[in-house]
Antibody, heavy 121, light 107 residues
Framework: QVQLVQSGAEVKKPGASVRVSCKAS????????IIWVRQARGQGLEWMGW????????KYAQKIQGRVTMTRDTSTSTAYMELRSLTSDDTAVYYC??????????????WGQGTMVTVSA | DIQMTQSPSSLSASVGDRVTITCRAS??????LNWYQHKPGKAPNLLIY???SLQTGVPSRFSGSGSGTDFTLTISSLQPEDFATYIC?????????FGQGTKLEIK
């Protein structure tokens, strides 16, 4: 079936970087993009950005621009999100998701299971 | 960024009840509004897209309405598996923003 499977939980120290992976299966990976969303404890969902799985084009939220890089490997149908210069404010569950349509990137019908990233000294 | 405000933030109801949740956008977004169901430890699940279209596989007791700035999600007859958090999301303009969620609890 169509699914996204994310990498496991991470614990990082302030100032470090984290990379979360998202492996797609059950559909043609390059037909859709991948978006990343995070949710800090007690907070709402926050859209972080999007990557085109076919071209690698990216679009990032202004709040984290400069600290985030989204990439993809079409040979393994895997998307990656790297976040640098981590602070405690980055402690959150990180989700990847697939846009429902192949043309637009605004509605998300398949989600990964989430990856907990904890930033702590 | 477009701000999305949901009300109420939490709601207690019983199995069989009809429930309505409201979402308001800080500016007009046409019908570019989605609803998700989110259970603890699980991935969010798309219920309604484009304000009133039911996602494939979602029970027909879920329905959406509204346009412009005001939207509603209605569950016509609550089932035990419906107790969860419901989240709206505007798909009108990037960055795509989400409401804070409405937690639906068992009375």
């Amino acid at each position: 079936q169509v699914q996204l499977v994310q990498s496991g939980a991470e614990v990082k120290k302030p100032g470090a970087s984290v990379r979360v992976s998202c492996k797609a299966s059950g559909y043609a990976f390059t037909k859709n993009g991948i978006i990343w969303v995070r949710q800090a404890r007690g907070q709402g969902l926050e859209w972080m950005g999007w990557i085109s799985a076919s071209t690698g084009d990216t679009k990032y939220a202004q709040k984290i621009q400069g600290r985030v890089t989204m990439t993809r490997d079409t040979s393994t149908s895997t998307a990656y999100m790297e976040l640098r210069s981590l602070t405690s404010d980055d402690t959150a569950v990180y989700y990847c998701a697939r846009p429902k349509n192949t043309v637009t990137d605004d509605t998300f019908d398949i989600w990964g299971q989430g990856t907990m990233v904890t930033v702590s000294a | 960024d477009i701000q999305m405000t949901q009300s109420p933030s939490s709601l207690s109801a019983s199995v069989g009840d009809r429930v309505t949740i409201t979402c308001r956008a800080s500016e007009t977004i046409g019908r570019y509004l989605n609803w998700y169901q989110h259970k603890p430890g699980k991935a969010p699940n798309l219920l309604i897209y484009a304000a009133l279209s039911l996602q494939t596989g979602v029970p027909s007791r879920f329905s959406g309405s509204g346009s412009g700035t005001d939207f509603t999600l209605t569950i016509s007859s609550l089932q035990p598996e419906d107790f969860a958090t419901y989240i709206c999301q505007q798909s009108y303009a990037s960055p795509y923003t989400f409401g804070q969620g409405t937690k639906l609890e068992i009375k």
